[in-house]
């Protein structure tokens, strides 16, 4: 691997952010460690954890020593090296290219998108809500909802007497959390972050409805799938997660319809679709991973003390 070691990803199954880094790690068909972080128990405040991501957010790749904490750089990181060779280039080579400006232009309309506040609002409305396809999501809504501020500065004091120098990107994270929380609440700001959603969808469709002729088989910026593909595909699936897909793509935009069922195919996207679905499975996989080598070192002692037993009693 470029920094020397085994690519390790830190995530959570239900982090729309860590479902970027997922993808591009799996279109590029890279190895990789996964780790999961447990949002839900606070895990991102851990001393180990922050000292590699002081934020505490997930994702986080560790290349050997090298270290990124924001699923943005990741991704550019592993274009910028593992590309080529039996690696896809998921960037034109060619920066002069009409193709390189259009994945720039639709990477940055995406990263205006205010995906927290459009998830969690959801979760957060009486009606929408009875629609999200995944209660575990709901359940982490809850979670964050039902930890008020005052737990969260709690667990945050203590995080940063413990890792002074997350100190500045902690405050950061409260004053966020003090705004995200109202937001989620608040139907004008609600509002703003489904309507910024639909405006950047319905640029994609009228992208889309360019592609006749020789074009039919394009992706959305030209022939070949590219990282504005991978922001695409993982904003579908969360409108399919949060019970969504037909007020904002199926029923009124019939380009992006067959743009996401041509995206189905991916075996990345399949992959990434799963991760979520199988939250239950990778948490008790990853305790047992855990647990296992105790488990072993347990079962030893008492075998050996046994073996003791059993041959006193049989002399
Ligand atoms: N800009 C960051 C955002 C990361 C982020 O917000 N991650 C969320 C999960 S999707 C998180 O870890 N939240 C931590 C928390 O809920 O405390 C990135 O692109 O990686």
Known sequence: MNGNGTLKLYYHPLSFYSHRVLFTLLEKGLHFKPVVVDLMAAEQYQP??????????????QDGVKVFPDSSLIMEYLEDNFSGGKYPRLMPSDKSSE????????????????????????????????????PQLVLRARVQATSSMDNLQAV????????????????????????????????????????GVEVYLQR???????????????WLCGPSFTLADIDLCVLLNRIWLLGLEERLVTRCRPHLTTYLRRAQQRKAFQRVAAVPLRLRALMAAER????????????????????????RRAS
């Open 48 to 61: 180990e954890y922050l000292r590699l991501n002081p934020n505490g957010a997930v994702p986080t790749l």
């Open 99 to 134: 193709m390189y400006r259009k994945v720039q232009e639709f990477t940055e309309a995406f990263s205006s998108l205010n995906i927290p506040v459009f998830s969690y609002g959801t979760m957060h409305n009486e009606e929408l809500r009875k629609n999200v396809r995944l």
């Open 156 to 195: 945050v004091d203590r995080a940063m007497s413990a890792v002074p120098e997350a100190r500045p990107e902690l405050e950061k994270k409260l004053e966020f959390f003090a705004g995200f929380t109202a937001d989620i609440r608040n139907p004008e700001r609600y509002g703003e972050a489904v309507r």
């Open 204 to 218: 994609v469709e009228d992208e889309l409805i360019t592609h006749v002729g020789d074009r039919v088989n394009w």
């Open 288 to 311: 047992a991973a855990t647990y296992l080598p105790l488990a072993i070192g347990v079962g030893a002692v008492l075998a050996a003390v046994f073996g003791v037993y059993s041959a």
